[in-house]
Nanobody
Framework: QVQLVESGGGLVQAGGSLRLSCAAS????????????LGWFRQAPGKEREFVAA????????QYADSVKGRFTISRDNAKNTVYPQMNSLKPEDTAVYYC???????????????WGQGTQVTVSS
């Protein structure tokens, strides 16, 4: 199995920053950690879940949604099996529940990810 635990959500004013984290664990993940891609998605009330960013084992394997390019940066600490999206210049429209996901390829589609965390709330006030 793969367990994903998100943390770091909260309330922040527009223009502020937050850093989320997602710690991955489990026998399946640990047996071949370098093969897993970790992604972040978000879902606002009444809206569909949308892709935010994803990263592979290598720091050169990254993908971002157009809506967050230049504001969000994703990084990964392979020693800790943890991925960190640094979110800067936050906007009220970034308000959502943010979910971490693990899959076998770099993708912006939720269908490419097999395991999901429980989510963490991010609220950006105007």
């Amino acid at each position: 199995q793969v367990q994903l635990v998100e943390s770091g959500g909260g309330l922040v004013q527009a223009g502020g920053s937050l850093r989320l984290s997602c710690a991955a664990s489990g026998r399946i993940f640990s047996s071949y950690a370098m093969g897993w891609f970790l992604g972040w998605f978000r879902q606002a009330p009444g809206k569909e879940r949308e892709f935010v960013a994803a990263i592979g084992w290598s720091d050169t394997m990254k993908q971002y949604a157009d809506s967050v390019k230049g504001r969000f940066t994703i990084s990964r600490d392979n020693a800790k099996n943890t991925v960190y999206p640094q979110m800067n210049s936050l906007k009220p429209e970034d308000t959502a529940v943010y979910y971490c996901a693990a899959g076998s390829r770099l993708s912006g589609s939720s269908r490419s990810y097999d395991y999901w965390g429980q989510g963490t709330q991010v609220t950006v006030s105007s």
